[in-house]
């Protein structure tokens, strides 16, 4: 059963009591418990060591299992009393007022935020009042995130106007959310009834977006393990070879390749493979001086069109 980020975090603080109640407890006990898979529940404690009582990296969550049992290795260093600095009570009272302003928030969820923010700014004193002239306005992906989130909760159906880059295109389109996720961006994995399949769509690239009646109901999928990036190759995939200047050299690092050489000038050529050669087009375009695509040659004769083109139209 798909689950959306507000019920996931509800979760995630709940587990964290009934593990330290519970050491050395079981993968099948806790996953049982807590009505999810054991895919799912390793999921989260795959997320729970990076929390903690402190912003600045110290004082995380110590939980790690073996496949059958989960321990935890520091629950009273944990259990201390919180003491947040100015700069991390201010941090908190920003975000937790930007984020009770989100359309579509459930309204007991946005209640509890409010009386929890009441709570920290009480305790916070001449931080609260800093932290009171800051504020936060999230852009068109808020709005989104937030009537996705909705969808999935009511289980609903979506409408999107989406920008897709490979196609340089606005397409109209209806989707059962599935699941909500984070891997550098945010996207909204979900069944498309465009396409009759799975799509995955970025957040910052829906234009626009609709709650409908109609209810979700996609078709039962296996959810992918995204632990290795969102963009996994397969050794099919035709192969692409891109030379960048060291001010490309960030291509390597966001790109999942198979090799990466150095040039003599401190570049790099760069090997990758991609179903969709075509979608590297824009990449060339971005990096401009800083690199071009080497092979297949069709690929780059049509980047270096694409270039022409772009600098035709500046001219015009």
Same mark, same amino acid.
């Given at each position: 059963?798909?689950?959306?980020?507000?019920?996931?975090?509800?979760?995630?603080?709940? /587990?964290?009591?009934?593990?330290?109640?519970?050491? =050395?407890?079981?993968?099948?006990?806790?996953?049982?418990?807590?009505?999810?898979?054991?895919?799912?529940?390793?999921?989260?404690?795959? @997320?729970?060591?990076?929390?903690?009582?402190?912003?600045?990296?110290?004082?995380?969550?110590?939980?790690?299992? #073996? =496949?059958?049992?989960?321990?935890?290795?520091?629950? #009273?260093?944990?259990?201390?009393?919180?003491?947040?600095?100015?700069?991390?009570?201010?941090?908190?009272?920003?975000?937790?007022?930007?984020?009770?302003?989100?359309?579509?928030?459930?309204?007991?969820?946005?209640?509890?935020?409010?009386?929890?923010?009441?709570? /920290?700014?009480?305790?916070?004193?001449?931080?609260?009042?800093?932290?009171?002239?800051?504020? @936060?306005?999230?852009?068109?992906?808020?709005?989104?995130?937030?009537?996705?989130?909705?969808?999935?909760?009511?289980? &609903?159906?979506?409408?999107?106007?989406?920008?897709?880059?490979?196609?340089?295109?606005?397409?109209?389109?209806?989707? #059962?959310?599935?699941?909500?996720?984070?891997? =550098?961006?945010?996207?909204?994995?979900?069944?498309?009834?465009?396409?009759?399949?799975?799509?995955?769509?970025?957040?910052?690239?829906?234009?626009?977006?609709?709650?409908?009646?109609?209810?979700?109901?996609?078709?039962?999928?296996?959810?992918?393990?995204?632990?290795?990036?969102?963009?996994?190759?397969?050794?099919?995939?035709?192969?692409?070879?891109?030379?960048?200047?060291?001010?490309? &050299?960030? @291509?390597?690092?966001?790109?999942?390749?198979?090799?990466?050489?150095?040039?003599?000038?401190?570049?790099?050529?760069?090997?990758?493979?991609?179903?969709?050669?075509?979608?590297?087009? &824009? /990449?060339?375009?971005?990096?401009?001086?800083?690199?071009?695509?080497?092979?297949?040659?069709?690929?780059?004769?049509?980047?270096?069109?694409?270039?022409?083109?772009?600098?035709?139209?500046? =001219?015009?």
């Amino acid at each position: 059963m798909a689950t959306n980020a507000i019920d996931q975090t509800r979760r995630m603080l709940s /587990l964290v009591t009934y593990l330290r109640e519970r050491p =050395g407890a079981r993968v099948s006990d806790v996953a049982r418990a807590f009505g999810i898979t054991e895919d799912e529940l390793i999921g989260d404690l795959d @997320v729970l060591p990076m929390c903690g009582t402190s912003f600045r990296g110290g004082d995380l969550l110590d939980i790690d299992t #073996d =496949g059958d049992r989960i321990w935890w290795h520091n629950p #009273d260093d944990v259990a201390e009393p919180l003491r947040l600095a100015a700069d991390e009570a201010t941090a908190l009272l920003v975000a937790a007022r930007a984020v009770s302003t989100l359309p579509g928030l459930r309204e007991g969820d946005r209640q509890a935020l409010l009386r929890a923010t009441a709570k /920290l700014e009480a305790a916070a004193g001449e931080a609260a009042g800093a932290s009171s002239r800051v504020s @936060v306005t999230f852009e068109s992906e808020g709005g989104v995130f937030a009537d996705v989130d909705r969808a999935i909760a009511e289980r &609903r159906r979506l409408w999107l106007r989406y920008y897709s880059p490979a196609r340089d295109e606005l397409t109209e389109r209806e989707v #059962d959310p599935i699941r909500l996720f984070a891997v =550098g961006h945010t996207y909204v994995e979900a069944w498309c009834r465009l396409s009759e399949a799975r799509r995955t769509f970025r957040l910052d690239r829906v234009a626009e977006i609709k709650l409908l009646d109609a209810p979700s109901d996609p078709p039962p999928v296996e959810l992918r393990d995204l632990s290795e990036g969102l963009v996994q190759p397969a050794a099919e995939d035709p192969e692409v070879v891109i030379e960048v200047a060291p001010g490309g &050299r960030w @291509v390597a690092e966001y790109y999942p390749h198979d090799s990466a050489e150095e040039l003599p000038d401190g570049g790099l050529r760069i090997t990758l493979r991609t179903p969709d050669p075509a979608s590297l087009r &824009r /990449l060339a375009l971005r990096l401009g001086r800083d690199g071009h695509i080497v092979a297949p040659q069709a690929l780059a004769d049509s980047a270096r069109q694409a270039s022409r083109q772009a600098l035709a139209a500046y =001219g015009e």
